[in-house]
């Protein structure tokens, strides 16, 4: 099979072809699946959920790879969940848990939010402690969040970005965005004040299904890093054994982020 084949048979167009097409991938591999629904619907009122694929394995390690974390970027990460399944699981290895658009709202909606304007990424935290404030976002929101895509606002905007990152640094300006911030509804990379939909759900299907399994390993699919087209695996803000663990695994193809330079990684493909 050619690339042109493959994408052909993994990619969609839109949120329901993504859906069908997983869906019908997992019954054909005689996959478990299971639907959580979204409580909230799509642009043309379409049932949005959560929709699960178990293929148990014979020891008791699990895989679980996951998609649509930021909605729209679930294409990518259906495509892969599709191909995983058309391909094959080998039955003496591990099990395999595909959870298929961990955030739908976003994926049917085109956009990375939730349905409640919450980076679901940045939502993952104990809220019985309160959020740490991030201070750098409140010195870069002004020009992050620039409404304008074009013209003198858009310039203005690009001027002071270059002029902060000039005088305060890279590192800074992308730790101000990347991560992410709790107090401020509908500004950049909102993570939210309580455990959303997306969180309680996917942590109710790791329980359910990984729970009794003697290691798991967990790819969640994103798209924006490296350049076009290629693969890149990062271990970010893990403890080290864990780190360790992943790297070993995967035969070294992980890059874990350094906290002496945590970003270094990341330019050597998008710099």
Not at 160 to 173: H, L, Q, T, V, W
Not at 209 to 235: E, P, Q
């Amino acid at each position: 099979m050619d690339l042109n084949d493959a994408v052909r048979r993994c990619f969609s167009t839109n949120y329901s072809e993504a859906r069908q097409r997983f869906l019908g991938a997992a019954q054909a591999a005689g996959a478990t699946i299971a639907h959580f629904p979204c409580p909230t619907q799509g642009p043309a009122g379409e049932l949005l959920a959560t929709d699960v694929a178990y293929v148990e394995g014979k020891d008791p390690d699990i895989v679980v790879i996951s998609s649509g974390v930021h909605g729209v970027e679930g294409y990518a990460g259906s495509a892969v969940q599709v191909d995983t399944l058309l391909r094959g699981w080998p039955a003496d290895g591990p099990s395999l848990l595909l959870v298929h658009f961990v955030n739908p709202y976003g994926m049917a909606w085109t956009c990375s939010d939730n349905e409640e304007g919450v980076d679901v990424n940045r939502n993952f935290l104990d809220f019985t402690q309160s959020p740490r404030h991030n201070h750098l976002y409140d010195e870069v929101e002004g020009f992050v969040c620039c409404p304008d895509l074009t013209g003198d606002g858009r310039a203005a905007a690009d001027a002071a970005m270059n002029a902060y990152i000039a005088e305060k640094g890279f590192d800074n300006f992308i730790r101000a965005i990347a991560d992410g911030q709790h107090h401020r509804p509908g500004g950049y990379l909102y993570g939210g004040h309580a455990p959303v939909w997306s969180n309680v759900t996917l942590r109710g299907i790791l329980r359910d299904y990984a729970l009794g399994a003697r290691r798991v390993a967990v790819i969640d699919v994103h798209t924006g890093l490296g350049d076009r087209g290629s693969a890149l695996m990062l271990c970010i803000n893990a403890p080290a054994p864990a780190a360790e663990r992943a790297s070993a695994w995967w035969d070294n193809l992980v890059l874990v982020p350094s906290a002496d330079f945590p970003f270094a990684p990341l330019g050597t493909f998008v710099g």
